[in-house]
């Protein structure tokens, strides 16, 4: 029986700091002009390195002393923009990266998305690259009050009865894989850190690497 494939979605398949830096620095010039925060430095590295959290963990991370109210106007203001950004066509994937989907779903694998997203950043991606092609489901952290990968995958299993490869580039990710007893594939590429895929199954340098590796795994 093939193994479902469960796709991590920005620093595995989408290129997000294309349209995440933007939205970032556009929202923060926002905070400091408005007396929110003192401006600082923020490097392109910290900021990649936010991706992978949702949004409620995110700020809890960077700004912790900000009001919630200030919070979530943060978030929806980094969300919208980012929406409308996709909407624009600004929003890219990985190089190789439809080739490679192609590729799996001719061979018959399911595939499905499980990311740390809004619902509103769900379906511009879904609308904006025609992802009902490959994949089954889109699985957004939003639709279930911003709870873990590790607690969605149990919907998952509900509904996709596994086997699972899990795919993704950040800990939580591998985290999810262990919390459904599947095998993980660790993406270099993304935006992890350094040594927080070393205990993934496999690692790939580029998404065109996959469909061998998934081939490896029967």
Known sequence: MRPTLVFDYDGT?????????????????????????EEQPISSEQIAGWLGLNSKEMWNSFLPQLPQKVKDEA???????????????????YSGAKEVLNELYEEGYQMLILSNCKISYRKSHWKEFAMKKWFSAFYDCESYDFAPKTEIIHNV?????????????????????????????????????ENELEEADYLIDAIQQLPEIIDLTR
């Open 157 to 193: 299993q509900n509904q996709f009865p596994g086997p699972y490869i899990v795919i993704g580039d950040r800990y939580s990710d591998l985290e999810c894989a262990r919390a459904c007893d599947s095998l993980f594939v660790g993406c270099k590429y993304g935006f992890g850190k």
């Open 13 to 37: 398949i989408h290129n997000t700091m294309r349209i995440y830096e933007p939205a970032f620095r556009e929202t923060y010039a926002w905070l400091v002009e408005n007396r929110y925060c």
């Open 75 to 93: 978030s929806h203001r980094v969300g919208s923009s980012m929406v409308e950004q996709i909407k624009t066509h600004k929003a890219v994937w």
